[in-house]
């Protein structure tokens, strides 16, 4: 722990509008998980694509093992023996897993040889991947695995892992702690970023804490509180969510025995779906990634068609109807996966803005585009929801995750759905934006709106939610009072073992 591997000195780097970086510096030790913490656009991610080669710093230094250190590209960064973990997939679609992983080597074995050893790793760390599937048909979280895995098959020196676990279920976490605490008993250095504030008290060493760009604080987490971190990256203290009493009204989303094939080979069919959700409840679905969450939300946003009769708003068949006509009649849904599915990387905000609130907002006129109007809404949408941007003019892909999360959370609840249906909500946010978006979908409820939320973050769907379910292989288990169940119950049902037999809500 004594010996320094990766020393930062002064490194800044500016953006028109912003200065993502401001003279920060700090070291990472061998063998040690360093997390570094902030808020969204805290600066984290310029950070590590400054170390990945990715961005070159405006000023400052780096030193590798006590040598200058200043990668042009990941390449010569790779060969240094760093690796990095995306928070977002730098994956082909039409390619295999194998086939991806292979285009990160620089000298890649047989394909037929690499697949045996992504089997091999996988099985070892406990995230089942086969590597000939397309990575177009793997969920969000199965793709996550193709990037710790590829990351992994590297031998780094130094890890830097950006949102590893936002989409592991508990158990899953535990393995790959147990995998990096294994690496950095080797000597290996982890540079971790989550927004899992008891993850990185768990893991971590040491932490460094950005706030707006600038380094404002270190601490040893183990000894430090979650809420002490996270008033240090925001600079002064967070409300935690309060939930207003409320009574539910009548039903206002009723499935019935949905059962739909899987859209692909490799995707999960649903099997006899049932459930009904109230006006002014919060349903919670949780699962391990690739259960049919994705598909869930599919047959409910209107992407893939069902029988009629399979889904009812406010007593109305709707399974036939498209995306558009269910937004209309107040069913709003927010996919997990914010760029490329809920958001157009290269469109602006006021673009993505008016794309799904065109209809609900009114922002035609007799088939023309009222871009004034647009652009109002999406700033009411940065306002809202506290989106670090330059404005509404900015495109999508340039937001870090988090915030381009709480602009298609805001986008969508702005909008006053009736019925909102939304997975992952808070992927990837701080903690304190995080308890802003929870703290959001119950003063919509509270509002007299259903919410249905599909997350794989259990202590979320426990704080927020009235009734909770999870899903397994495509089938949906008891729905049961939320407060009522413990972790054992959950884990059961998230695997499983318990009678899968559907049960339709009461009404």
Not at 99 to 117: C, F, S, V
Not at 161 to 168: C, H, N, Y
Not at 479 to 500: F, K, N, T, Y
Request: aromatic share 4%; net charge neutral.
């Amino acid at each position: 722990m004594s010996t320094t591997l990766l020393s930062i000195s002064g490194l800044t780097k500016a953006y028109p509008g912003v200065k993502a970086n401001d003279d920060v510096s700090f070291e990472v030790a061998a063998g040690e998980v360093h997390a570094l913490l902030g808020e969204n656009g805290a600066g984290k991610s310029t950070l590590v694509k400054m170390i990945y080669g990715l961005v070159k710093p405006d000023s400052g230094t780096m030193t590798l093992r006590g040598a200058p250190f200043a990668p042009s590209e990941p390449r010569a960064a790779r060969a240094a023996g760093v690796a990095m973990v995306f928070q977002h997939f730098s994956l082909f679609d039409a390619m295999s897993v194998a086939e991806n992983i292979a285009l990160g080597m620089e000298r890649p074995p047989r394909l037929r040889d690499l697949a045996t050893r992504i089997r091999d790793v996988s099985e070892q760390y406990g995230l089942p991947l086969d590597p000939g599937r397309r990575v177009g048909d793997l969920s969000a979280g199965e793709r996550q695995r193709v990037e710790i895995i590829r990351c992994l098959l590297q031998d780094p020196k130094l890890l830097i892992m950006d949102e590893p676990t936002s989409v592991l279920t508990p158990q899953e976490v535990e393995i790959l702690f147990a995998t990096l605490r294994k690496l950095t008993a080797e000597g290996v250095s982890i540079l971790y970023i989550s927004h899992k504030l008891e993850e990185i008290r768990a893991l971590c060493d040491r932490a460094t804490i950005l706030r707006q760009g600038r380094k404002v604080a270190s601490c040893a987490p183990a000894t430090t509180t979650a809420r002490v971190m996270a008033e240090r990256m925001v600079g002064g203290a967070f409300q935690t969510p309060t939930r207003a009493t409320r009574a539910t009204g009548d039903i206002a989303l009723d499935i019935r025995d949905l059962s739909l094939p899987p859209a692909s080979a490799f995707g999960t069919a649903l099997k006899n779906v049932s459930l009904a959700v109230r006006q002014g409840e919060i349903l919670g679905i949780g699962g391990v990634a690739g259960n049919g969450q994705d598909e869930l939300l599919a047959a409910l946003s209107g992407e893939r068609r069902s029988p009629d009769d399979a889904l009812r708003l406010f007593g109305t068949p709707i399974g036939r109807l498209g995306p558009e006509a269910r937004r209309k009649r107040g069913l709003l849904c927010a996919p997990e996966e914010r760029l490329g599915h809920a958001a157009s990387p290269d469109m602006s905000l006021t673009e993505n803005a008016f794309l799904t609130a065109k209809d609900r907002e009114r922002l035609t006129t007799r088939g023309f585009i009222g871009w004034r109007a647009a652009r109002g809404f999406a700033e009411k949408i940065i306002s809202s929801f506290d989106v670090r941007t330059p404005g509404p003019d900015t495109a999508a892909r340039a937001l870090s995750g988090g915030n381009l999360q709480k602009f298609v959370i805001g986008r969508e609840m702005l909008q006053r759905p009736e019925v909102f249906v939304v997975n992952q909500p808070t992927w990837g946010v701080d903690a304190a934006a995080a308890a802003a978006i929870r703290q959001a979908l119950l003063d919509l409820t509270a509002k007299g709106a259903a919410v249905i939320c599909i997350s794989q973050d259990l202590d979320e769907l426990m704080e927020i939610s009235d009734r909770f379910a999870a899903l397994n292989e495509g089938r949906l288990s008891d729905i049961r009072p939320a407060q009522a169940l413990s972790v054992e119950e959950i884990g059961l049902m998230m695997g499983g073992a318990q009678d899968m037999e559907v049960a339709h809500a009461p009404a």
